[in-house]
């Protein structure tokens, strides 16, 4: 018998086929293709191609700075909760849970986050570090979220979808910008910003600096001490050169304190972490004719984090005798806390070095739960270097091409998580082709394949069917398959918390190791997934509607569980994990009448077959928005939005959130001056969410209620 995935693949393809020679020949009755064109928005993030929202092999939500504005959204992160199918959690105040279509929430690391095409993802621990997006909620143009697998284009990291936040250029914003907001949750936020050229270059720069207290209560110990204070600073400048040639360079710096819970079990002092991180990059753009162009990318990424705090462990888990054993054998550690002395079922020298640690133990007599105190950290510094090459050609109305190729390095050390320093360099060929055999059919071909030195080869293609119906509708069908490579830590972790500045000493030393311990096995599998969606667009440019439907099915297989396998299984090893993830999705945008306009939409997921409760503990069956929005001739703007998941996951609960925004601007000594209001509503007022180690926990406010207002003005 055929496999699910495939019968399914093979029933909408025979369904297609039954209707197509009706939908040609309706099709060759109708305006051609290129005037149908005009009305559809164009975006450039699904296959590095510009191409109208029907030519597109994705389904796509486009959130333009107007909507952000008209709905009061004041972070990339709410933004993110009006994209269908988007799972949206803030932990604490400075950790967000974000996945499309949810799944793990221990490390959510499935998407790929860019901004202005660069990505933002830490590829050495696999992450995007969301309190702390280099970009500024003023800056931003629009952004565009491809939804579902993008690794065809953008290669590993683009697993399950991927953000790309596209700022102004610095001709289109105004000499400068001052904007002051804050809320009833001691949330504040100020940004500043100046443009204007310098000789031949366009030069926008922003500085912002944002905080927030956090939750007011949490049943996790420490978990309110989750504050987080935040700056920034953006640079963004463009020239144009001879021959239509320009250059674009960026550059961020970001620098911010965040707040943690009591994530070891004898700390004496708050965990507070500290982070700089820089990113730069530079593009240039070469046009070798009007159908031929050329992009050079430079990158380079640099992240400092230091995390230190006070803590006083017994005695007997500072022991070098010990620490020798965990290292060899974790399980043996584990049986022994539980008092199975001597511990078996590990190889002669385990057993050996389960003797010589007993006796260590034994020798301390009583003083064997003695607080031994000093200081321990979570230091880690990541880096990483970035070149691509990008040539694009239309070679014909009907055929367009864009290829490449690129190279990275990537280092990161700690001596906490790595006991030194790993890296790993990667190569990686991206080719995709449009092609346009008839002016009813769009065909989209294309693959991505990466070399990498520690995980191996990758290779992620796509293929899609876009049939163009009357009437700006368009029916598509695609397949495709992404990855994701595990990180440095997966790959290499060595990890083991050292005690420093101990005093007394112990045994003549200021130093010890802690006895815990968690080493990867160096075997952890490319996380993988095969995507089948069938999806109907329509565009009604004369009413201002625009409708997006599909129907998916994403198989994942090899999941990396648990964010570092161990060679012992008891002390949290999981084999690689799957989950069938299937449903429909739909958006709607519609403009219904002069200043007003609309949006709704609704998510209906199947989680299946999941191989542990890890790949569940994100998931809402239902979940959607919706909102509705009116703007006045005279400044006045309103907008009334509410979105809400069923919380179907481990350990989840619903949750629902309204906003309700009032907007005026008006003219002050010649000057355009915003003041508006937001208010929001949360039911209920907390969230739930898991610790693997701790269980799970939820933090909230003591209010449902809270109200927030903002003041710029632009020169």
Same mark, same amino acid.
């Given at each position: 018998?055929?496999? !699910? ?84 959690? $803030? ?39 969301? *309190? ?132 070891? !079990? ?12 820089? +990113? ?115 070679? *014909? ?120 311990? +968690? ?55 999981? !084999? ?52 509705? *929005? ?23 609960? $619903? ?10 601007? +008006? ?36 209010? $449902? ?11």
């Amino acid at each position: 018998m055929l496999h !699910p995935k495939f019968r399914i693949a093979a029933r909408c393809t025979v369904a297609l086929a039954l209707t197509l020679p009706a939908i040609v020949a309706q099709a060759q009755t109708s305006a051609t293709m290129d005037a149908e064109e005009q009305d559809y928005p164009v975006v450039i993030t699904p296959t590095r191609l510009k191409q109208a929202l029907a030519d597109v092999p994705a389904s796509v939500t486009i959130l333009t700075a107007d909507t952000l504005r008209q709905h009061g959204v004041t972070s990339v992160v709410d933004a993110l909760r009006l994209v269908p199918g988007m799972a949206v959690m $803030r932990s604490t105040a400075n950790d967000y849970k974000i996945n499309y279509h949810g799944t793990n929430t221990s490390q959510p690391r499935r998407l790929n986050v860019l901004v202005d095409g660069i990505s933002v993802y830490k590829p050495g621990l696999s992450r995007v570090d969301w *309190s702390s997006l280099p970009v500024s909620i003023e800056d931003i143009d629009r952004i565009e979220v491809t939804r579902g697998s993008n690794s065809s284009a953008y290669g590993p990291n683009s697993m399950m979808a991927i953000i790309n936040i596209l700022t102004r250029h610095p001709k289109d914003v105004d000499r400068g910008l001052v904007s002051v907001s804050a809320d009833s949750r001691d949330d504040t936020r100020i940004t500043l910003r100046m443009a204007g050229a310098l000789g031949a270059w366009h030069v926008r720069a922003t500085y912002e600096q944002q905080g927030g207290s956090g939750y007011d209560y949490s049943t996790r110990g420490g978990a309110d001490h989750d504050g987080i204070a935040t700056e920034r600073l953006n640079l963004r400048s463009q020239v144009d050169l001879a021959g239509g040639s320009s250059l674009e360079t960026h550059w961020s710096l970001g620098r911010s304190l965040k707040q943690l819970g009591r994530l070891d !079990p004898f700390q004496t002092s708050p965990q507070n972490l500290r982070d700089t991180d820089v +990113l730069a990059g530079a593009r240039l753009i070469m046009p070798l004719s009007p159908d031929h162009e050329v992009q050079f990318t430079l990158s380079a990424n640099e992240t400092r984090i230091r995390q230190r705090w006070s803590t006083c462990w017994p005695q007997l888990a500072l022991l070098p005798e010990v620490y020798a054993l965990s290292q060899a054998n974790p399980d043996y550690i584990l049986q022994m806390l539980r008092g199975q002395i001597p511990p078996t079922g590990g190889s002669a020298r385990d057993d050996e070095l389960a003797q010589i640690a007993i006796q260590a133990i034994l020798g301390l007599g009583s003083g064997m739960f003695m607080p031994i105190c000093g200081m321990t950290d979570n230091n880690a510094d990541e880096s990483r270097v970035q070149l691509e090459v990008q040539d694009t050609y239309v070679m *014909s109305d009907r055929l367009r091409l864009v290829g490449g190729l690129g190279a990275r390095h990537q280092r990161t050390s700690s001596q906490t998580f790595l006991a030194g320093t790993a890296t790993n360099n990667l190569i990686w060929v991206f080719g995709h082709g449009e092609f346009r055999p008839s002016n009813v059919l769009t065909v989209n071909m294309g693959g991505y394949f990466e070399s990498n030195s520690l995980s191996g080869d990758t290779f992620s293609p796509r293929l899609a069917l876009n049939w163009h119906l009357p009437k700006q509708q368009t029916l598509r069908l695609v397949y495709s398959e992404g990855t994701r490579t595990p990180d440095l830590f997966e790959e290499r972790a060595r990890w083991s918390q050292t005690l420093y500045n101990i005093d007394p000493p112990l045994n003549g030393s200021s130093t010890a190791k802690i006895a815990a311990a +968690l080493n990867s096995s160096g075997a952890s599998s490319t996380e993988r997934v095969r995507s089948t969606e069938l999806g109907y667009l329509l565009q009604e440019p004369r009413i201002g509607l625009s409708l997006d439907v599909k129907l998916f099915d994403d198989h994942l297989s090899h999941l990396v569980v648990d964010h570092a396998p161990v060679d012992a299984s008891v002390t949290g090893y999981m !084999p690689p994990g799957s989950v069938r993830l299937s449903g429909l999705e739909t958006q709607i945008s519609w403009d219904l009448a002069q200043g007003w306009s609309g949006f709704l939409h609704y998510t209906n997921l199947l989680n299946r077959q999941a191989s542990n409760a890890e790949e569940r503990r994100q998931w809402s069956r239902h979940s959607g928005a919706i909102g509705i *929005s009116r703007v006045w001739s005279n400044g006045w703007q309103a907008s009334l939005s509410h979105h809400a998941s069923s919380g179907n996951g481990t350990y989840e609960t $619903r949750s629902a959130r309204t906003t309700a925004h009032v907007s005026r601007t +008006l003219a002050l000594a010649g000057q355009p001056v915003r003041a508006s209001v937001t208010m929001t509503y949360l039911d209920p007022a907390r969230v739930t969410d898991q610790v693997r180690t701790v269980g799970p926990f939820y933090s909230g406010y003591d209010s $449902r209620f809270s109200i927030g207002g903002q003041l710029s003005t632009s020169f």
